[in-house]
């Protein structure tokens, strides 16, 4: 009898030990106590150094390098390095599919009737404020991955296309459901002078008489819905969740971004603004520097998304590296005493027949497309020094070129600090949560970065990513490995058909990459799913020095993670080399061989991509 009782004890106790292991399974994963050590707050390398402690999330308070760490804390070694907020894309298409508006919201009318000499009653073409990006919010893994990798620790994902595309919402990049990560569900309304759809409106004036129309339907609504309460005559109010979105609008209890690249398209809407009563703001910007007064003076926010469309050479390069080349001989031939004769140039009866008939553009031509291309490039620097506050986004460009884009910026002019600050603070601020994300300060939600220097200059490496106290660290490699150059006439750029061979048999697959001039690549991988029913489309980022040409990217299947990375030389138009892929079973090595596609190569270099530019598309 008391053996019996044992033994039910004891299968008990195993009962509790399983449940709570499966309970522990299923909780929610929470942000452990960390201690980063020995970081930086201010770009000089003798700040003085502290430790940041992280609880429950959110910075605990922020201690001398000295001060003894809390005995239960995760120590994380900062290095020294630099810590500043994570940076904001204030305005991205990810995570967020904006739907085609229904534009039919009412009854059809008959064939059989009259011509109609008004508009109709619910023609909603291009106009669907209602919709909200919180409701449809979903964050690829890789997408989100791709966003830390950048620096990135919240974005503005924005519905966009549409007159009115509707409402945007702020989140976190961490891994995790919709609910875990969105700071704001209803940050601004969206607008364009865009509408998707064949029939009325396609023209600007059109748009612009649509708007006009839906806001006197959102008054109408409004003043319908106040005499019905009221129990006075009239119709009773439509229900209609359009109306009853836009009148935030009205109220200004909401703001519409607007998105415009020209000088005039952002005039228009400002004064479409204050004719219908609404509070605006600009998205794209392209030519805000011409009105750079306007928008300091009303107070408008701008997000620039760094739209400069292609780069045109720059017709004095040739001038000035000949200029710099004919200085460096001189002095070589000063040095020698001498000057060595120069060799008899070889003729080539194809070349001069091609040049015969090659046609160049006017030099004072050439040269203005320049200036007007460099003058859309340095619109933050004119917005800067006029004094208007501006953010930056990413739109559907992607992060890592955004921070690209911004870099070239700083190079060209742009105060680090300002830079910094459009890429975190003011997107914060712009955003509504500047209590909580956008600094470093004690009681802020521990999103943040530590990087090797200054994250806006050359060199610069990510070690360490924190959103919402959740970690990721990065492999910071050694600056002689990372700032390896590519050999001469050696560029990766192009359409590649790529063979995989393993113990699980050949697999094709197509990389498309673009590579810059300093060796920077980023592209595309495409191939099949195992079971050969679709296409996965995995996006690799690294860089070709020598000729050997590094890439990285991931994937899930399912809720698994992939990792895969590419290590391959470069000959001509072919290439070969491994490709390992790494999963919760381990690793997996691939032999990889590839040719260049034909033309393929030459249609990047035309486009301005390959070595001939340090900017991507």
């Given at each position: ?7 039910a ?11 709570a ?10 942000p ?11 770009d ?54 904006t739907?085609?508006p ?10 059989a ?5 008004d ?8 106009i ?27 974005l ?26 969105l700071?704001?569900?209803d ?21 612009v ?66 004719e ?21 003076e009303r ?54 027949e ?29 917005l ?28 060209k ?20 949560v ?8 004690a ?8 990087w ?9 490496k ?8 959740f ?9 002689a ?15 590649w058909?790529?063979?995989?061979k393993?113990?699980?048999?050949v ?8 590579m ?31 000729k050997?040409?590094?890439?990285k ?15 391959v ?11 390992t ?35 991507h598309?």
């Open positions: 009898m008391i053996a019996s009782l044992g033994r004890a004891r299968f008990a106790g195993a009962a509790v030990l399983i449940t292991a499966a309970l522990a399974q299923q909780a929610l994963p929470r452990q106590p960390y201690v980063v050590k020995d970081v930086r707050l201010e000089r390398p003798d700040a003085p150094r502290v430790n940041l402690v992280l609880r429950d999330g959110r910075i605990e308070r922020i201690t001398k390098a000295d001060e003894a760490p809390p005995a239960n804390a995760r120590a994380v070694d900062g290095k020294g390095w630099l810590a500043t907020p994570a940076f904001v894309d204030a305005f991205t298409q990810v995570a967020c599919a739907p085609t229904v534009a039919e919201q009412d009854q059809p009318r008959s064939e009737a009259d011509v109609l000499v508009m109709r009653d619910a023609n909603r073409k291009g669907q404020p209602a919709f909200r990006a919180s409701e449809a919010f979903v964050l690829p893994k890789d997408k989100g991955r791709a966003l830390r990798e950048a620096g990135f620790g919240a503005l994902s924005a519905p966009s296309g549409q007159l009115l595309a509707g409402t945007s919402a702020l989140a976190t990049t961490r891994d995790a459901a919709a609910r875990d990560v700071l704001r569900a940050v601004f309304a969206h607008a364009a002078f865009r509408a998707g759809g064949s029939g009325y409106p396609g023209t600007l004036m059109g748009y008489a649509q708007l006009r129309q839906f806001f006197l339907d959102v008054q109408r609504h409004s003043l319908l819905a106040q005499r019905y309460a009221a129990g006075k005559s009239g119709p009773r109010p439509a229900f209609d969740v359009d109306l009853e979105a836009a009148q935030r609008l009205t109220s200004k209890s909401q703001r519409l971004m607007c998105e415009a690249e020209s000088a005039q398209d952002i005039l228009r809407w400002i004064a479409l603004g204050d219908l009563g609404l509070s605006v703001g600009i998205v794209g910007g392209r030519e805000a520097f011409k009105v750079a007064g306007v928008l300091k107070s408008i926010p701008v997000v620039l998304t760094l739209e400069w469309g292609d780069e045109p050479k720059d017709p004095s390069e040739k001038d000035k590296k000949g200029g710099a080349k004919k200085d460096k001989e001189g002095e070589e031939a000063k040095a020698d005493g001498a000057q060595t004769p120069a060799k008899p140039e070889k003729k080539d009866a194809k070349a001069d091609k040049v015969l008939w090659s046609y160049e553009e006017p030099l004072e031509v050439r040269k203005e497309r320049r200036r007007l291309w460099e003058e859309r490039r340095d619109c933050a620097i004119a800067h020094k006029a004094g208007v506050e501006f953010s930056f986004g990413s739109a559907d460009k992607g992060a890592a070129e955004l921070v690209k884009k911004v870099r070239t910026l700083v190079e002019g742009l105060p680090k600090d300002v830079a910094l600050a459009a890429l975190s603070t003011n997107g914060a601020r712009l955003a509504g500047d209590a909580h994300l956008g600094a470093l300060r009681g802020d939600d521990a999103t943040f970065a530590l090797t220097a200054h994250p806006l200059v050359k060199g610069a990510l070690g360490w990513l924190f959103v919402d106290g970690p990721s660290e990065f492999e910071v490699k050694d600056e490995e990372s700032e390896g150059k590519p050999d001469e006439g050696v560029d990766a750029s192009g359409v058909a790529v063979e995989l393993s113990d699980q048999g697999r094709p697959g197509t990389l498309d990459v673009k810059a001039a300093d060796g920077d690549v980023n592209g595309t991988y495409t191939t099949t799913t195992p079971g050969g029913d679709g296409e996965r489309v995995i996006e690799v980022r690294g860089r070709v020095a020598g050997t040409l590094t890439l990217g991931a994937f899930s299947i399912g809720d698994v993670e992939v990792e895969s990375s590419w290590k030389e470069l000959a001509g138009e072919s290439f070969a080399g491994q490709v892929s790494k999963g919760p079973w381990g690793e997996n090595v691939s032999e990889a061989s590839a040719t260049r596609k034909p033309g393929q190569h030459e249609a990047h270099v035309e486009a301005g991509h390959g070595g001939c530019s340090d900017e598309p």
